[in-house]
């Protein structure tokens, strides 16, 4: 496999070798690694100086079920932190078969480009037809002219605009803009180097090499098994997707409700996981649905009109959380309508609906108001007036131009959909993780709310710190591998899975790895992680929560009650070497 | 004297007798050892938990000469540090006249008030008749209601709006709010406690001790004399004020021009100093006044407008930089006018011509259009607009909405009229001073530019660390004494200056004070606010200039050449108290 490194400045690439310390990483190890190398941690995230790497994970391309994961790497300009955000899709199998093992995206360009990456190389195609667009027409446009079986990867206005909310869309396997690299703004990155697109043309291309295949195809048989034989993986994802989540939030008292006031909704009920199954239905949508080929979860969907015309897809239970719960809109075809403003204009849509529920708390519109919080995208961000200038920077951006104090977010990014007084563990993670508040960066939900993994009580602080710390190293692993992250659940559960893992690493690659060496890359990816933000200018103190987390939240009352020292014990070990090496010896 | 302390949460006040350890402190020594003490530095700067700290200068109130300068303490809206913002005006003698070593405001109202101080307490007005009204109306209104010898402390609407540039403007000898605790935001601070103006009321007021009053007259009388022969604090202050520099500093290729593009001006002849004297005299204004009663370099002025009626006063050289070379606008009738804005709006006129800067740069409205920039004051920050809010917000937010990577801010702050590649001594002093970039703390421009108290090359890095440093250290005590700053022209060039000052705080408190003493107070100051700001997440990383400061500036074409480690010595040997102690030994 090469790099294929992609100067912007001077309109050249180059396919090079892949360095020896390369060799063994993939997806967010990779992207991580090579930041941590190669960018001034200082640097201004949208100057030349910063790069964006994409990089599918070492599983990607081959038929390990569910390993279609792209990772997406640069210095945030939402959080200034180091940042690895990842989608699905079909680019990063595409990539891998072409043996890709990471795109580098450096410099900035004076004018907007399309970047058609083949096995050749790649050719700077002009961006006039597409600047300005949304990504539903950019992708419609691209696949007429590069074809159908094009993978697209693009922005939409809110990237060309630089917004610090701004994903970067990677089509499903329709075509469709609605898989995206969504936290950290990454798609304002991609903008500053003036890349409207790029087009994934894997025509031609060799495929992946599998050094051991009976091996890598018995491996890859019995874990697509463990991951329909378990009840999540196998069946509440496929039937419900991640929305499943709704009622389960809202009934532990732990789905944040207007801007984390409260963790239930009166509403709930008619944005849940369950009606939103009977409205598919109902309207002739798909209640499942895969992202990329070989996904045997399928968590995704298609959500129709109430006239039965596709509206949008990949509609996920913290969008629905977010536009929902949090700003008290419990019509689920408006949530739809944002979350296809969102999918179309290239907006996180966790970070777009923490923004609107600050706004709301501004005054800027009341809670509940769909048809005001329609117009916001509508009018406002997707034409970039100095309010959607505002919103599409971010809940922390929005609250600080309106004198809010009651805004939910670490390191800048907004809180997910999970209240971190009622569900402790995944607080600890929002603190801590290198990413800014990121529920996937340590999902304590497993543990704390659906007795995945074991049982922590969510609302008591013991074993919190642990439990999110063994879920950060894990999840850093995974990440690297292009294996979603939802395969975790039978991980946690099942002892073979994980096995099976390795097995298809090393019968894909001719290697031995070990269990521990798994771990020891998640240890590895995380170090990384944590030293570039360490000299980007964090310490300790960026570690934490906003005050506001300080008040009761009902029903349960608890508050996010851990010390500062306490939080600073979840890297302590994994830091030094000699610590991590005692710590492993533990476990 | 006492403390007096005012809860605005529980509307109660109470005077408390001054701690031991705050005995030889005034100024900023008190407000930064205050806010270090008493609020937890990861606090929301606009929530409850923060403080606001009034404090005179250990010499206000007395005879001194230019001694009435009042420190605003609290953590910044802006930078996120701790912040030490400092104003002349009437007040800090008042209140040290009344006995009252610190005001310290905590908690927060749920209405907006007027706080009346007198020698007996604190009343809580109801603010109705002031609010929404700008620092002219309300100095008006509540002199009518109060009395005209009331001194006023108040806030316009940019801090009622909580913007980040808002200041606190002190009212000046006529009653007119045009002397500002400028930098930081601390307007927005005052407005988060929903205090709208304070009435400094000193009726019946015991009057500054003095133990040993023969030496303190004849201290200051000599200390006077000093000043007076110096030729800038006796002649060039009093004759042109501070707009004497655009000419001087056009010269020397360091007036920031175009967004920081070039260091020369084409338009500065209009601009200048001199044109600001011929036009004041023709007009019948005043090329010379005082801000406070005693000030012996009486630099301010009153600009009259073009029909002969008072237009603006304390137009300061950074103000006509700011809206002036930075933004290309050549009329100096605009930019009296966008200082009027400012003064009314309650913003700080640095901080807000960098914005203007910075819009200019995102394109909002072109550079040189001072029409274009009248509106965006009259309309859009007046009424608090989204893009009011966003430029309200400063420079850093500003360029962020829109985009914008050329962004000349260090700590979030704006950096001031002084080019950092032109004047090395005085970038390393926005690069390193604990208060985000700021020029007074640590005014290099005295020895790169003006040849006071020696000289040392602007465009060579030799020398200009331990300049910047010496000059932190020393300005961290002056600004401690409520001498105006700029008594330092004297103390730099005149030996026996200092031990005046010295004198004076002997006789004053009946102590007996060392040259030794003052310098180990100022880097006691440093080492607080610097302990400070660690615990609030700033690291060595935050200790740089933006990445454009590589490129060259005309006319010398040089740039900000330091390394991050000859940054990171300026503090090392103060830190530490022993690398304090052998660096003093040195001295």
Chains 1, 2 share one sequence.
Not at 179 to 188: T, V
Not at 225 to 244: D, F, I, R
Not at 534 to 548: I, Q, S, T, V
Request: charged share 25%; glycine share 12%; with cysteine.
């Amino acid at each position: 496999m090469k790099l294929l490194r992609i100067d912007l400045t001077n309109k050249k690439a180059e396919f090079q070798v892949v360095p020896q310390e390369y060799a063994a990483l993939g997806g967010r190890a990779l992207t991580s690694k090579i930041i941590l190398d190669e960018v001034d941690p200082t640097c201004n995230p949208l100057g030349k100086g910063n790069k964006l790497v994409f990089a599918p994970g070492l599983l990607s391309g081959t038929t390990a079920p569910s390993s279609g994961r792209l990772s997406v790497g640069g210095k945030s300009p939402l959080t200034g932190t180091i940042k690895e955000s990842n989608a699905g899709g079909v680019a990063a199998q595409k990539l891998a078969r072409m043996g890709i093992k990471a795109l580098i995206l450096e410099g900035a360009a004076d004018d907007w480009n399309v970047l058609k990456i083949t096995k050749d190389g790649v050719e700077f195609v002009d961006a006039s037809d597409v600047i300005g667009k949304g990504n539903y027409a950019v992708g419609e446009i691209l696949r007429n002219k590069f074809g159908e079986k094009t993978g697209v990867i693009s922005i939409g206005p809110a990237g060309e605009n630089k917004m610090s909310a701004a994903s970067i869309a990677v089509a499903d396997m329709e075509g469709r803009p609605v898989r995206h690299a969504g936290r950290g703004g990454m798609g304002a990155v991609l903008g500053s180097k003036k890349v409207k697109a790029l087009i994934i043309n894997d025509e031609g291309a060799p495929g992946v090499e599998i050094k051991n295949k009976e091996a890598f195809k018995e491996a890859a048989q019995s874990f697509s098994k463990m991951l329909l034989a378990h009840p999540v993986c196998g069946q509440g994802l496929p039937t419900y997707g991640t929305a499943v989540l709704i009622n389960v939030l809202n009934e532990a008292g732990g789905l944040p409700t207007e801007n984390f006031r409260t963790g239930r909704f009166d509403g709930a009920d008619k944005i849940s996981g369950e009606t939103m199954y009977d409205t598919i239905n109902a309207r002739g949508g798909k209640p499942t649905h895969a992202c990329h080929p070989g996904c045997v979860m399928r968590c995704s969907q298609v959500y129709n009109d109430d006239k039965g015309e596709y509206l949008t897809a990949g509609f996920e239970y913290e969008t629905i959380w977010a536009f929902g719960a949090n700003c008290k809109i419990d019509n689920l075809d408006a949530v739809a309508k944002l979350d296809r403003y969102c999918d179309d204009l290239g907006l996180d849509t966790i970070e777009m609906g923490v923004t609107l529920g600050v706004a709301m708390e501004a005054g800027i519109i009341p809670f509940g108001d769909h048809e005001g919080a329609l117009k916001l995208f509508g009018e406002d961000i997707a034409n970039g007036t100095p309010l959607g200038r505002i919103l599409g920077q971010g809940a922390e951006f929005t609250g600080k131009a309106y004198g809010v104090t009651r805004i939910p977010t670490v390191k800048r990014q907004a809180i997910p959909a999970y209240d971190p007084r009622a569900v402790k563990g995944v607080g600890v993670t929002y603190a801590t993780t290198p990413m800014g508040a990121d529920h996937t960066a340590g999902y304590s939900v497993t543990a704390n709310i659906l007795k995945v993994g074991g049982y922590v009580d969510p609302l008591k602080i013991d074993g919190q710190v642990e439990l999110s710390r063994n879920l950060q190293i894990a999840t850093a692993a995974v990440d690297s591998t292009g294996l979603c992250l939802f395969v975790a659940f039978a991980v946690l559960d099942e002892p073979e899975a994980l096995p099976k893992v390795v097995d298809m690493l090393n019968a894909q690659y001719g290697i031995n790895l070990t269990l521990d060496d798994v771990t020891e890359l998640g240890k590895s990816v995380l170090r990384w992680e944590r030293e570039f933000n360490k000299k980007a200018g964090f310490n300790n103190a960026h570690d934490r929560l906003p005050e506001f987390f300080q008040e009761e939240c009902p029903p349960h009352n608890t508050t996010f009650d851990f010390t500062g020292e306490e939080l600073d014990n979840l890297f302590a070990p994994i830091e030094s070497e000699v610590l991590a090496e005692a710590a492993a010896g533990k476990e």
